[in-house]
């Protein structure tokens, strides 16, 4: 049992150093990253390994290595720092029980999104959102099946590359498409899904929903508003979306996201002003096929 108790302060620094520490497995530059020392570090990783009762880390020829146990809990170390950070600075929070982020950070971007149930999509107004759900259910989640070919031209497809989300598919009538051109989505189709601006702890947040689905191999539904070039190196424009995403696989049976994305002025999010939401240029709205 641990004889170490951690206050929630103390356990905070505890989570920095040991995600540093994992990131960089170089102690002299994990404290200076840290602005701390060297046996403060090696305090912390003790303390940590003594909580958890399990070493984080061993040292081969005066390298930091993670362990199989230091491996398994940087992923949940990663996201419980994130959501501190977020949740102390209100950019985190939960609408009726589900996820939602609001980041306003940044005075010359914004990014808020509440997740919502998948029970509301069949009381909004969008009929091409409901035939995509109708077609993941029909084909079992797998992509290749007949029954998601009236629907695949509007479709990303996502493959799971190591930590990041890799675009394999971009259809010809989805909404990046018809957002940044034929050009850029030709381009795009083999890239590693764009960071938004705001910081690794807030890139955590954004992979949430991907996460979540992946996982689950299941179905989410959120509402977002931000802004986004739609060129490079243009000016951001106001963007308002909903967003389907479902969990699917391919003919190996590998697993893979596929997300529907509708420019709709027909979003909620409960804090943000419908003024806001309809900044969105109304000829950038989607019209229904």
């Known amino acids: 049992m641990a004889t170490f108790q951690p206050s929630q302060s103390i356990l905070f620094e505890l989570l920095r150093s040991?995600?540093?520490?994992?990131r960089l497995l170089n102690l002299s530059h994990a404290v200076k990253e840290l602005n701390s020392t060297r046996q403060t570090v090696r305090r912390h990783i003790t303390q940590l390994e003594e909580l958890r009762g399990e070493?984080?880390?061993?040292?081969?020829?005066r390298q930091y290595v993670l362990t199989?146990?230091?491996?398994?809990?940087?992923?949940?170390?990663?996201?419980?720092?994130?959501?501190?950070?977020a949740w102390s600075r209100n950019e985190l929070s939960h609408v009726g029980g589900l996820f939602s982020i609001r980041y306003e950070t940044d005075p010359e971007f914004d990014y808020h999104l509440q997740q919502h149930p998948i029970g509301s999509l069949w009381r909004g107004q969008s009929a091409?959102?409901?035939q995509c759900l109708r077609a993941w259910a029909a084909a079992g989640g797998?992509?290749?099946h007949e029954a998601m070919r009236p629907v695949r031209d509007y479709l990303l497809i996502y493959r799971k590359m190591g930590e990041a989300w890799l675009v394999s598919e971009i259809g010809e009538l989805s909404a990046f498409t018809s957002w940044f051109g034929w050009a850029k989505a030709r381009s795009s189709v083999g890239s590693v899904l764009e960071q938004m601006p705001g910081g690794s702890n807030f890139a955590v947040l954004l992979n949430e929903p991907f996460k979540d689905v992946f996982v689950s191999e299941g179905l989410r539904l959120d509402h977002i508003h931000t802004q986004i070039p739609r060129e490079e190196g243009g000016p951001r424009v106001p963007l308002s979306f909903q967003r389907l995403m479902m969990g699917c696989r391919f003919p190996d049976g590998t697993?893979?996201?596929a997300a529907y994305v509708e420019r709709s002025h027909d979003i909620s999010i409960e804090w943000l002003d419908r003024a806001k939401i309809e900044s969105m240029p109304e000829d950038l709205v989607m019209k229904a096929a």
């Not at 199989?68 to 950070?85: C, F, V």
């Open 142 to 144: 797998e992509i290749e």
């Open 68 to 85: 199989d146990a230091g491996r398994r809990a940087l992923p949940e170390a990663t996201d419980l720092l994130a959501r501190g950070y």
């Open 55 to 61: 070493a984080l880390f061993e040292v081969i020829d």
């Open 255 to 257: 697993l893979a996201i």
């Open 128 to 130: 091409l959102m409901q």
């Open 18 to 22: 040991f995600t540093t520490l994992a």
